[in-house]
């Protein structure tokens, strides 16, 4: 199965909402990281986290490596929040290396 | 603040010949460079790793005799597609970082005819 599965794999949002995105890790993951992709396929690092929790403007994002979940939480969704959205979690190891999830690809309706 | 380039941003190749992708980091010392490739399912395939003053390790299905990768120093790597078919098609990307964080560059996407 995935080793890191997310979801929803797709979301539709009306301007102002709030909403949040999962992934769940089957691997011992020791960070995790978010990004969002744009239509033109550039990645946007969004966050990088150890065990704990970080906020950025509209965005708050959780990782609780007890639980093996991480959480993205979107506050007052605006139109440009539109792409994927992925979850990447690094397994440790002299090898350290992310493992990405499949996305949610999220729309943003006025 | 860091930041990944990527050269060329598209490339077409015919179906058997070879192409050659850069990747520039700016801004941080690119210790560790992953280079992935998105299908167009969008999932994401870990090709190969190289870290600074370690072997490249590649991933289980890809070997360094069909993507040979340069890593020569803290700012630049390259990855060539030897002999490129139709499944080899996708987006490139360039993950680098001064340790575990990876910053993307915005890809090279590969299409062969």
């Known amino acids: 199965g995935d080793q890191v599965k997310q979801s929803p794999s797709a979301l539709s949002l009306q301007e102002g909402t709030n909403s949040a995105l999962r992934c769940n890790f089957s691997i011992a993951t020791t960070t995790v990281q978010w990004f969002l992709q744009n239509p033109r396929g550039s990645l946007m690092n969004l966050f990088y986290?150890?065990?704990g929790t970080k906020e950025n403007g509209r965005l708050k994002s959780t990782f609780n490596s007890k639980e093996s979940y991480s959480t993205l939480h979107i506050r007052d969704a605006q139109l440009e929040d539109s792409g994927t959205y992925f979850c990447?979690?690094?397994?440790?190891?002299?090898?350290?290396?992310?493992?990405f999830g499949k996305g949610t690809k999220l729309s943003v309706k006025s | 603040g860091a930041l990944v380039y990527q050269y060329p941003r598209r490339t077409i190749c015919k179906s058997g010949t070879s192409m050659r992708m850069e990747c520039q980091a700016v801004?941080?010392?690119?210790?560790?460079v992953a280079w992935y490739r998105q299908s167009p399912q969008k999932t994401f395939e870990l090709i190969a790793l190289s870290t600074v003053n370690s072997a490249i390790k590649y991933e289980q299905n890809f070997t360094q005799e069909k993507f040979p990768i340069s890593h020569p120093n803290l700012s630049f790597s390259s990855m060539t597609v030897l002999n490129a078919y139709l499944e080899d098609r996708g987006l490139y990307l360039c993950g680098a970082g001064p340790e575990y964080e990876q910053y993307f560059g915005p890809g090279t996407r590969l299409t062969v005819l």
């Open positions: 986290l150890v065990p």
């Open positions: 990447a979690a690094l397994s440790g190891g002299s090898n350290a290396k992310l493992t």
């Open positions: 801004g941080f010392q690119a210790t560790s």
